[in-house]
C-alpha cells in the first residue's frame, strides 16, 4: 500500500513510516511531497496520508501526535509501542518536550539526520534503525516493570 506525507521528515514522519512498516503494512511504499499536496496526491496515487498538519485522519488531534494518531486507528496496545509513542510524543510536540526524559534526545537525533539525510528516503533508511532500537529498549524497560 502506498502513504503519503510532508516532505523533509522529522520525528513524527520518521516514526510514523517506522510504525507502518513494523507493524501495520510490511510492504509499505512512501510517498514525500509538500504539505500542500499531500491530499491530491492521496487521491491521485490512491494512499493514505498522515502528519499533514491538521488535514487528514492520521494526524495531530485532541492532543495527540501522529504516531498516536495511528496506534489508536490500527487498535496497537503493546506497552513498548505505548511507551515509546510517549517518548514520540515529547519530541514531536514543543510544549510537551520535557514531559519524556526521551523528548530532547529523540528531537536532537531527528535535526542530526535530518542534516546528515536530507534525501527523505534515505534518512528512513538510516534512522529506522534508532526506532528499532529505541523499541528493544522500550521493550526492556516494560519487562522490568
Not at 496526491?41 to 487528514?56: H, M, N, S, T
Amino acid at each position: 500500500m502506498k502513504w503519503v506525507t510532508r516532505s523533509h521528515v522529522h520525528v513524527d514522519r520518521v516514526a510514523c513510516p517506522w510504525l507502518i512498516s513494523r507493524f501495520i503494512d510490511n510492504e509499505a511504499e512512501f510517498l514525500f511531497v509538500p504539505n500542500n499536496e499531500v491530499i491530491n496526491v492521496a487521491q491521485r496515487a490512491d494512499a493514505i496520508p498522515f502528519d499533514a498538519r491538521g488535514q487528514v485522519e492520521l494526524d495531530h488531534h485532541e492532543g495527540r501526535c501522529s504516531f498516536e494518531s495511528i496506534m489508536l486507528k490500527y487498535d496497537l496496545k503493546d506497552p513498548a509501542l505505548v511507551r515509546l509513542s510517549q517518548a514520540i510524543h515529547a519530541a514531536d510536540t514543543a510544549s510537551d518536550i520535557d514531559k519524556d526524559p526521551l523528548g530532547r534526545g529523540l528531537e536532537a537525533i531527528a535535526v542530526g539526520y535530518s542534516l546528515r539525510y536530507p534525501d527523505d528516503e534515505e534518512n528512513l533508511a538510516n534512522q529506522f534503525q534508532v526506532y528499532d532500537a529505541l523499541y528493544a529498549w522500550c521493550r526492556l524497560q516494560v519487562a522490568k516493570g
